[in-house]
């Protein structure tokens, strides 16, 4: 079975803190993906890689970053955290072109 | 302007009490449409993909069709657990990204 894991299943961070995000997949996946979930906005997408080491913007990149220096772990950065990143971060993984995404428990983020 | 509407919103039903999910699209080309189940607090869980118009997937009490415009997920018979938010989601030919639809929240009361 594909497992995807995320490093913390809740986390609480002050205003201005630097947050990082892990996700690791265990299946080899070329693609991972990070997005935030909020009550009636859906799943909106932040960014993905389809390769160690690129990148593409989502739909929602700014006061996001993301890295992957090896293939099966994607980081997610927020530079300066702000109560308007509160929200859930899913991270999910998928085999090339676009197929379906396997995503992992998500982490719980509070900025207080 | 790509897009996917899931309705309803929300549905209650009672323990056995068969019915139906949809999810319609716009969309400039289809690649595949991908049903996702999710339980409050976790993430989605991966259900089926569809390709092409005329296409059925089965899985215990739940199936999924599809037509050029719009497809459901067929619920028969179903048990308190199935009660979950169900996502769809659309891959474009105009983009590399799924578009996702906003969820049905299924409510099965024993």
């Known amino acids: 079975d594909v497992k995807v894991t995320q490093s913390s299943r809740y986390l609480v961070k002050r205003t201005g803190e630097k947050v990082f995000l892990e996700c690791v997949q265990d299946?080899?996946?070329?693609?991972m993906f990070w997005y935030r979930q909020d009550p009636g906005l859906g799943l909106r997408l932040i960014y993905f890689s389809y390769d160690v080491k690129m990148k593409e913007k989502g739909d929602i990149p700014e006061g996001y970053s993301v890295s992957r220096e090896k293939k099966e772990r994607f980081s997610l950065i927020l530079e300066s955290a702000s109560t308007n990143q509160t929200s859930m971060y899913l991270c999910a993984s998928s085999l090339p072109p676009v197929r379906e995404q396997y995503f992992g428990p998500g982490t719980r983020l509070t900025v207080t | 302007e790509d897009q996917v509407t899931q309705s309803p919103e929300a549905l209650r039903l009672q323990e056995g009490e068969s019915s139906s999910l949809n999810c319609s699209y716009t969309?400039?080309?289809?690649?595949?449409l991908f049903w996702y189940r999710q339980d409050p607090g976790k993430g989605p869980e991966f259900l089926f993909t569809?390709?092409?118009?005329?296409e059925e997937k089965e899985k215990e009490r739940l199936k999924a069709t599809l037509t050029k415009k719009e497809s459901f997920l067929h619920i028969t018979a179903p048990k308190p657990e199935d009660s979950a938010t169900y996502l769809c989601?659309?891959?474009?030919?105009?983009?590399?990204?799924?578009?996702w639809g906003a969820g049905t929240k299924l409510i099965i009361k024993p």
């Open positions: 299946m080899d996946h070329e693609n």
């Open positions: 989601a659309v891959h474009p030919d105009s983009n590399y990204q799924l578009i």
């Open positions: 969309v400039s080309g289809l690649r595949g």
């Open positions: 569809l390709y092409s118009a005329g």
